[in-house]
Antibody
Framework: EVQLVESGGGLVQPGRSLRLSCAASGFTFDDYAMHWVRQAPGKGLEWVSGISWNSGSIGYADSVKGRFTISRDNAKNSLYLQMNSLRAEDTALYYC??????????????WGQGTLVTVSS | DIQMTQSPSSLSASVGDRVTITCRASQSISSYLNWYQQKPGKAPKLLIYAASSLQSGVPSRFSGSGSGTDFTLTISSLQPEDFATYYCQQSYSTPSFTFGPGTKVDIK
């Protein structure tokens, strides 16, 4: 069974940093691209970032480019999101999502339950 | 960036109704259109990919159609477990993927 478990969320002040993690199991992690998708409270879904199987291809939404860094450790079956210079508008539930192929294709077939990030003073 | 719109933003329907949700892209995305279902407090679930292909395990009452800029998701006979919010998403513009604003389906 595919499982994606996010962690690392919490309350953080504007301008500070936070690192999210996603632990994957139930599939061959290094066969697939992975993504972060967020959802602000009561709002819709926003793709944040994606990374190919070997980290050779990475993409970011314009809203986070230059502030967020996605990475993965295939030996640990883990995905990460380093979030710097956080803003109030980054407040959201952050989901880890699995792609269906090794490259960044953008089809999300499995999702975690999310970790909540709240940016507030 | 490719913008996605959905209509209606919400609808009320009864069990057994046929429900149609429309999604429109700001430019042609061929058939790179996916549909997700999200229930309150839960993660999204993939329903339809490549505009009309049913994801494994998804009931056949769900169907998708369209290409280019206009797409539809149809639920042929609404069931109690189908009350949820539905999102379309384009995967044409890689790696810049966008979702529609969502359509909430609730009980009439």
């Amino acid at each position: 069974e595919v499982q994606l478990v996010e962690s690392g969320g919490g309350l953080v002040q504007p301008g500070r940093s936070l690192r999210l993690s996603c632990a994957a199991s139930g599939f061959t992690f290094d066969d697939y691209a992975m993504h972060w998708v967020r959802q602000a409270p009561g709002k819709g879904l926003e793709w944040v970032s994606g990374i190919s199987w070997n980290s050779g291809s990475i993409g970011y939404a314009d809203s986070v480019k230059g502030r967020f860094t996605i990475s993965r450790d295939n030996a640990k079956n883990s995905l990460y999101l380093q979030m710097n210079s956080l803003r109030a508008e980054d407040t959201a539930l952050y989901y880890c999502a699995k792609d269906t192929v090794a490259t960044i294709w953008g089809l999300f077939d499995y999702w975690g339950q999310g970790t909540l990030v709240t940016v507030s003073s | 960036d490719i913008q996605m719109t959905q209509s209606p933003s919400s609808l009320s329907a009864s069990v057994g109704d046929r429900v149609t949700i429309t999604c429109r892209a700001s430019q042609s995305i061929s058939s790179y259109l996916n549909w997700y279902q999200q229930k309150p407090g839960k993660a999204p679930k993939l329903l339809i990919y490549a505009a009309s292909s049913l994801q494994s395990g998804v009931p056949s009452r769900f169907s998708g159609s369209g290409s280019g800029t206009d797409f539809t998701l149809t639920i042929s006979s609404l069931q109690p477990e189908d009350f949820a919010t539905y999102y379309c998403q384009q995967s044409y513009s890689t790696p810049s993927f966008t979702f529609g604003p969502g359509t909430k389906v609730d009980i009439k």
